[in-house]
């Protein structure tokens, strides 16, 4: 379940409801206007982007757009070489193993740069290129900050056309990072008092919000810091220590109690 993203989950639906008249067009031999399924991702770090573009590879799978219906990761450093040549052999591997889902490129704005001996142009030109002759089996989603991703786009001519919607993912508001955090907890029995909820919140009110925030990151890098003084309080009360390691943690943590079962 995700929690939050109304607006990408909007997005999401019209996409999918889209290939779904397109499947049944085609199905009474109607006419179906091609046009391009890569996406643009735009939002901070933690929010949902790769998570969304794995279940869009489940989606489309069913849908029959995609025959797998995997997702491959990768980054600058996957994609670009430092020697002439290697450049396209990487890029084209990327596409290879991606051929039959999604291929998700996570702060595409890298690829461009000012340098002249940079083969990032390169490694566009290359990717574009397989977008159009694989595009009965492979959908790219480039995924980043969105005023460097602005720039990207407008890097090279062909992005534009090529990458025809971009989905916004905003950052998450305080009571659905209370509802990651809890939710993480659930799945691991681990529970807070009001209290400590109450502690937890404040927390993530008083983080700056800004290009580095963390957004579900920040609520799951909480949760494993509460999990692991917890399993270490939990060892310890066989020794009647717990109390003391409760008492020199975090706030948060004051009224947290771990079920095991």
């Not at 000012?114 to 566009?124: K, L, R, T």
């Not at 580095?212 to 003084?229: E, S």
């Not at 066989?238 to 004051?254: C, D, K, P």
Request: charge should be neutral; hydrophobic fraction near 40%; charged fraction near 25%.
């Amino acid at each position: 379940k995700l929690i939050g993203l109304e607006a990408v989950k909007t997005e999401v639906r019209l996409l999918t409801n889209l290939v779904r008249v397109e499947n049944m067009r085609r199905e009474r031999k109607l006419p179906v206007v091609d046009r391009s399924l890569h996406l643009v991702f735009v939002g901070n770090p933690g929010t949902g982007k790769t998570t969304v573009a794995r279940l869009l590879a489940r989606f489309y799978k069913v849908l029959k757009v995609v025959s797998k219906g995997h997702l491959v990761e990768t980054v600058r450093s996957g994609l670009v070489a430092g020697y002439v040549g290697q450049t396209a052999t990487k890029v084209n591997k990327a596409c290879d193993d991606a051929k039959g889902g999604i291929l998700f490129v996570d702060e595409a704005y890298a690829l461009v740069t000012d340098s002249d001996q940079d083969f990032g142009a390169e490694a566009v030109a290359t990717l574009l290129k397989r977008m159009e002759d694989d595009r009965d089996d492979l959908i790219v989603i480039v995924a980043g900050y969105p005023e460097p991703m602005l720039k990207f786009l407008d890097s090279n001519p062909g992005l534009r056309s090529r990458f025809s919607k971009t989905i916004d993912f905003p950052d998450y508001t305080d009571d659905e990072l209370m509802a990651i955090f809890e939710s993480i907890g659930t799945e691991h029995h681990c529970s807070l008092d009001a209290g400590a909820k109450a502690a937890v919140k404040a927390y993530f009110a008083g983080q700056e919000r800004g290009p580095t925030f963390g957004n579900g990151r920040l609520a799951r890098n909480l949760h494993g810091a509460r999990i692991g003084l917890l399993e270490a309080g939990h060892q310890l009360e066989q020794g009647g220590l717990a109390a003391t390691l409760r008492a020199h943690h975090a706030q948060y943590l004051a009224g947290a109690h771990l079920e095991v079962h």
